[in-house]
C-alpha cells in the first residue's frame, strides 16, 4: 500500500487535462488574481479619497453650525440678563422694534398697526 499524499494527488489529478487546458486555467487563475489585488488596492484609494473629500467639505459646515449656535445663545444669555428670566424665551427671534411679525406659510398677513 502506497499512500499519496493530498498535493501528490492534486498533481496527479492535472495530468489528465491537456496542456493547453493547464495553461489556459493558469492564465485565468494569474488574471484573476492581478485583479483582485488591483481592485483592492483601487478601493483602498477611493475610499482614502472619499473620506477626505467629505471630510474637507462637511467639517466647515459643521463648525459654523456650533459657531452660529453659540452665537445664538450668547444672545439669548445677553437678553436674559438685560431683560429678566422670561425675556429670552418669550423673546421672538429675529425681531427688531418696530418690525411686524411675520405669518406662517399659508396664512393671510396680519393688518398693518394703525
Request: a negative charge; charged letters at 15%; glycine letters at 8%.
Amino acid at each position: 500500500d502506497i499512500e499519496e499524499t493530498f498535493t501528490e494527488r492534486l498533481i496527479g489529478l492535472t495530468e489528465m487535462f491537456p496542456e493547453s487546458l493547464r495553461n489556459f486555467m493558469g492564465t485565468v487563475t494569474t488574471y484573476a488574481w492581478k485583479t483582485t489585488k488591483w481592485t483592492y488596492g483601487f478601493s483602498q484609494s477611493a475610499l482614502w479619497i472619499m473620506t477626505t473629500a467629505a471630510t474637507i467639505a462637511v467639517l466647515p459646515v459643521m463648525l459654523e453650525n456650533e459657531r452660529s449656535q453659540m452665537v445664538e445663545q450668547q444672545k439669548q444669555q445677553e437678553r436674559q440678563i438685560l431683560l429678566g428670566p422670561h425675556a429670552a424665551v418669550s423673546g421672538q427671534q429675529g425681531m427688531f422694534p418696530g418690525m411686524m411679525p411675520q405669518s406662517p406659510p399659508g396664512m393671510a398677513p396680519p393688518p398693518p398697526p394703525s
